[in-house]
């Protein structure tokens, strides 16, 4: 993979100043970040994707892992970036290529990162914080229609209800993957040795069904 | 498998075990703790989750001595705790190598303070080295634990939580056999010789008699080091010099030679924010080679020193009378990525189109999510008890910390570990507040440095109470073992500390251990420690809900027609609690989700209509 189909293959759309002024320095640097609630399985997730792109071979890969106390039920994210050379682990705001959001509001809140042009994949499962029921800020139940009123592109996935048809609601980060791999270059081999690495044995051919159910719905 | 993703933290873990570590010691504390949970997967290496980071050193520094390599691992908080023994510990010096972890944390994603650790090295003489991305961490402490026994000192490998907490690609240089697997499982490595262990009373007592010479050959190993850092700097080894693309456009028209003096973490930023510039990557920043900066200077027409925190390079470089520009363009607080150094070189006056605008990193109009208790926290009966009360708080660090915050908001000091139980005293020996106060405190924080606090309050018979809320883990940083526990970090059984015991042992008279789950008993235990005169414990009993396993229960329900929207309940700030669409009077009714509900029953206990009941007894 050359860096010239990267820049068609994944950063098509972007704007090309942006681009410009980005890559100016000779690499193409993809950026992707992974958004959600503490405990969603955005840690697991961002691995899978990152470890892929490591496997894929020949890309320099950096995760940044998320901040703070991300177990106790708030905001996480993961930015995962991949590149020939990659220099800073985080990407820097309205950089994003592609979000992953697993929670609707969590998407939103994370939108004026992503390019104009970008690609956004949203889960429908909302979260409603306790913050809801205390203050004046309410829920943002249009989440996905307020994401798409921008110039990114948005996909809308039920990732909670595929991962329940496939059979286990626990295997909806995975169904997420699946949905953002059909956007990214890698192989599915590659994709399933990523995720063999990242999930307990035993729920390896429910993770590989649940990447496939994500990969048919994702484009 | 010679290559893999890791985490700063793994990689350092890989790097000490490859160096032929035997003894890591540690308290947990973000951004440091993977280094010992890594650690303490690897074979022949002794791990333990000691009380503190001043014990945890300590027991590095006995390791040391008596001829293991040794490594002890802390935030910057416990560096503050080790303080005592890491600055002894250099006059000394060591026999085994000792490598010290520091990791800083920026931004304070979760520490209390942003200081800048590179102080330690300084006050200290210790040599530091500060890697930059997961190669250099496996790499640096490989080189530490040389370092330490060729200059028979403890060698300080400062990390931030960019670089503890980035996964990057790490080559490994093949000199341990390769395993299966992404982690160290299967791992095989030569069994690392002791050294014989020191009994050398002229080099280990810190008696003046022999701490003066000590002082004075602690010099020499400085003045040497800094020749090795000088010497080091010069072949590129750890110290670099990235050539310039070429000159930087300047705003307005026209080119100069930019140079950017940097370390770490920053350094990344830096170059990512302008790589067309020539940079000099500093490796090791104590001593620092100030003749490499020098010749570097000479190279460009403005030299720029970029870091997080203080300008502790820049004032160094300055000292040495070399111009630099460094804090007037980049801010002294918080995180420097790669934007926030864009827009200070931006301000400098540098063409950079890529920064020349601000753009927002998130939508600020969404409601925030901040982390909160978890549903079913032991602590949770306990706070919203002493909201009820509106008493004076004097917390300590752990998840409590978190009621804090609305809805509960019932903190009023948080501020290093132990102090809630002496500045409670203080408050007391103040005059106490008219509503009643109290000192709070975890188990693990207790262990730490509780003891000491409260054996003082009560040798001074202090009329106060403590609420030691003992969920028998040490949650917030990921649920590590302590002396409560069965088990020990290795997994050996172990005798878990009788935390009332120790009170009594320590002379209170009045100790209470209640179920945090009953509001009502919460409520009269926290009332009777407070009448009582002279010191008061209460102790709560009920385990964390995550660690060591996650813990379920028999689902709640509200019946919507029963609810009357008293937001009793709401006070609670459960996670599992949300506002239904339905009103009464203009107030939403609640809902429970009993997917996440794991029956603690305190909403039930709240409820005034008696609305809430269990889920299963509804259905039947």
């Given at each position: 993979?050359?860096?010239?189909?990267?820049?068609?293959?994944?950063?098509?759309?972007?704007?090309?100043?942006?681009?410009?002024?980005?890559?100016?320095?000779?690499?193409?640097?993809?950026?992707?970040?992974?958004?959600?609630?503490?405990?969603?399985?955005?840690?697991?997730?961002?691995?899978?994707?990152?470890?892929?792109?490591?496997?894929?071979?020949?890309?320099?890969?950096?995760?940044?892992?998320?901040?703070?106390?991300?177990?106790?039920?708030?905001?996480?994210?993961?930015?995962?970036?991949?590149?020939?050379?990659?220099?800073?682990?985080?990407?820097?705001?309205?950089?994003?290529?592609?979000?992953?959001?697993?929670?609707?509001?969590?998407?939103?809140?994370?939108?004026?990162?992503?390019?104009s042009g970008g690609v956004a994949i949203v889960n429908t499962q909302q979260i409603v914080p306790p913050l809801a029921s205390q203050g004046d800020m309410s829920y943002p139940f249009d989440a996905a229609e307020r994401m798409a009123q921008g110039d990114r592109r948005v996909i809308v996935v039920d990732g909670n209800g595929i991962a329940q048809e496939v059979g286990d609601l626990k295997v909806a980060g995975i169904v997420l993957v699946g949905a953002l791999s059909t956007h990214l270059p890698f192989d599915v081999e590659t994709w399933h040795a990523a995720i063999v690495r990242n999930v307990p044995p035993k729920w390896k051919d429910l993770n590989f069904t649940a990447f496939a159910a994500g990969r048919e719905v994702g484009a | 498998m010679d290559t893999q993703l890791m985490l700063g933290n793994e990689a350092v873990a890989r790097g000490a075990w490859e160096a032929g570590v035997q003894v890591a010691a540690a308290y947990p504390g973000t951004p440091s703790t993977e280094i010992v949970t890594n650690l303490a997967r690897y074979d022949g290496v002794y791990a333990e989750w000691s009380t503190n980071e001043k014990v945890a050193y300590e027991v590095a520094f006995g390791a040391a001595m008596g001829g293991a390599r040794a490594l002890t691992a802390m935030k910057s908080a416990g560096?503050?705790?080790?303080?005592?023994?890491?600055?002894?510990?250099?006059?000394?010096?060591?026999?085994?190598?000792?490598?010290?972890?520091?990791a800083g944390d920026p931004g304070m994603a979760s520490g209390m303070t942003e200081q800048d650790d590179r102080y330690f090295g300084r006050m200290s003489s210790m040599p530091m080295l500060e890697p930059a991305d997961s190669q250099e961490c496996y790499?640096?402490?490989?080189?530490?634990?040389?370092?330490?026994?060729?200059?028979?000192?403890?060698?300080?490998?400062?990390?931030?939580?960019?670089?503890?907490?980035?996964?990057?690609?790490v080559h490994f240089d093949g000199e341990v056999a390769a395993g299966e697997g992404a982690g160290p499982a299967g791992l095989t490595r030569p069994a690392p010789e002791r050294?014989?262990?020191?009994?050398?009373?002229?080099?280990?007592?810190?008696?003046?008699?022999?701490?003066?010479?000590?002082?004075?050959?602690?010099?020499?190993?400085?003045?040497?080091?800094?020749?090795?850092?000088?010497?080091?700097?010069a072949s590129g080894d750890l110290a670099q010099v990235v050539p310039a693309a070429g000159p930087v456009l300047l705003q307005g028209g026209g080119a100069a030679k930019i140079g950017v003096v940097s370390a770490g973490a920053a350094y990344l930023s830096a170059r990512e924010a302008l790589p067309g510039a020539a940079f000099l990557k500093l490796g090791m920043i104590h001593p620092l080679p100030v003749e490499a900066i020098r010749a570097f200077a000479q190279t460009v027409d403005r030299l720029l020193v970029v870091e997080e925190l203080e300008p502790y390079l820049e004032e160094q470089i300055l000292a040495a009378g070399i111009a630099c520009e460094g804090k007037q363009w980049f801010p002294q607080w918080g995180e420097l990525t790669a934007v926030r150094v864009g827009q200070g070189f931006y301000a400098a006056g540098l063409d950079l189109p890529r920064w020349a605008d601000e753009k927002a990193a998130e939508d600020a109009t969404v409601i925030p999510r901040p982390p909160v208790l978890c549903t079913g926290c032991p602590h949770r009966g306990m706070a919203t008890a002493m909201k009820k009360l509106n008493l004076d708080v004097h917390g300590d660090i752990g998840c409590y910390d978190l009621t804090t915050l609305p809805p509960v908001s019932h903190m009023h000091s948080a501020v290093e570990m132990g102090a809630s139980i002496p500045m409670e005293q203080g408050f007391m020996r103040a005059g106490g507040s008219d509503t009643g106060s109290l000192a709070v405190i975890g188990d693990s924080t207790f262990l730490h440095s509780g003891l000491t606090g409260l054996l003082n309050a009560v040798h001074q018979r202090t009329n106060m109470t403590l609420l030691i809320q003992d969920n028998s883990i040490t949650a917030m940083t990921g649920g590590q073992t302590n002396p409560g526990n069965e088990r020990t970090l290795a997994g050996a059984e172990t005798k878990p500390v009788d935390i009332a015991g120790i009170c009594k042992a320590l002379g209170v008279e009045q100790i209470e251990v209640v179920d945090p789950y009953d509001y009502e008993a919460c409520l009269q235990a926290l009332k009777a420690g407070l009448a009582y005169e002279g010191p008061a414990v209460i102790i709560t009993n009920r385990p964390c809900m995550l660690f060591p396993r996650k813990i379920g229960g028999e689902a709640f329900t509200v019946d919507e027609d029963v609810c009357n929207a008293c937001q009793q309940c709401m006070k609670l700030g459960c996670p599992s609690l949300s506002h239904m669409e339905a009103e009464h009077k203009g107030r939403h009714k609640v809902a429970i989700d009993e997917e996440t509900c794991t029956g603690c029953s305190l909403c039930e206990q709240l409820c005034r209509p008696g609305a809430i009941s269990k889920a299963k007894a509804g259905v039947a």
């Open positions: 993979m050359s860096a010239e189909t990267r820049t068609g293959g994944l950063v098509a759309g972007a704007a090309a100043g942006d681009a410009a002024a980005r890559h100016y320095h000779g690499g193409v640097v993809d950026d992707i970040m992974v958004v959600g609630v503490g405990g969603q399985g955005v840690i697991v997730a961002a691995a899978v994707i990152a470890d892929t792109a490591m496997l894929h071979g020949g890309l320099d890969v950096k995760l940044s892992e998320t901040r703070g106390m991300s177990q106790r039920g708030g905001s996480v994210s993961s930015h995962i970036r991949i590149g020939e050379t990659v220099v800073a682990p985080s990407i820097s705001p309205g950089e994003v290529d592609y979000l992953l959001a697993f929670e609707s509001a969590e998407g939103l809140r994370a939108t004026p990162s992503v390019v | 560096g503050s705790v080790a303080a005592d023994p890491l600055i002894s510990s250099v006059y000394t010096g060591v026999n085994g190598g000792l490598v010290v972890c520091l790499e640096y402490a490989k080189r530490a634990f040389a370092m330490s026994e060729e200059f028979d000192v403890p060698v300080m490998v400062r990390l931030s939580i960019q670089t503890a907490h980035q996964k990057s690609i050294r014989p262990p020191d009994r050398k009373t002229e080099k280990y007592c810190l008696l003046p008699k022999f701490s003066r010479p000590l002082h004075r050959s602690l010099l020499e190993r400085v003045e040497r080091l800094r020749q090795f850092a000088e010497a080091s700097a």
